[in-house]
C-alpha cells in the first residue's frame, strides 16, 4: 500500500481574488513532499485558463493518518497567499498558517 505524505491543493480566483475554487488536476496526492513540488509546475500548467489567477501549495501529510484526514481547510488572502491545512474532524494536525475562513471538505 502506498502511503501519502503530501497533497497537492490548486486554486483559482477572479483577478481581485475574492472568488476562488478548488482545481482539479489529474494527480494530486503523493509519497514525497519533494515529489509534490516537483509536480507543481506541471499541474499548474494543466490547470492554466481555468482560472484568471491560480495559487498552489503542497501539503505535508503525516502517512500513520492518512485515513484520518476528512478536510482541507483553505484561505486565499488579497495578496495571493494561499494559507491551507489538512484536518481531521476540525482538528488541525498539517498547517501553513492562520486559521482559514472558508472550510471545505475535500473531493476523492
Not at 477572479?14 to 488536476?25: A, G, K, Q, W
Not at 514525497?32 to 498552489?56: K, N, S
Amino acid at each position: 500500500m502506498e502511503h501519502i505524505a503530501a497533497v497537492l491543493l490548486v486554486i483559482g480566483c477572479s483577478n481581485n481574488m475574492t472568488e476562488c475554487r478548488e482545481l482539479n488536476v489529474p494527480v494530486s496526492v503523493f509519497e514525497t513532499a519533494t515529489e509534490c513540488a516537483a509536480q507543481r509546475p506541471f499541474a499548474l500548467a494543466d490547470v492554466q485558463g481555468q482560472a484568471a489567477r491560480i495559487v498552489a501549495k503542497c501539503l505535508p501529510v503525516d502517512p500513520a493518518l492518512e485515513d484520518e484526514y476528512d478536510q482541507i481547510v483553505w484561505n486565499v488572502r488579497p495578496d495571493g497567499t494561499l494559507d491551507a491545512s489538512v484536518e481531521i474532524s476540525n482538528l488541525v494536525v498539517a498547517s501553513n498558517g492562520a486559521r482559514p475562513e472558508k472550510d471545505y471538505l475535500s473531493q476523492q
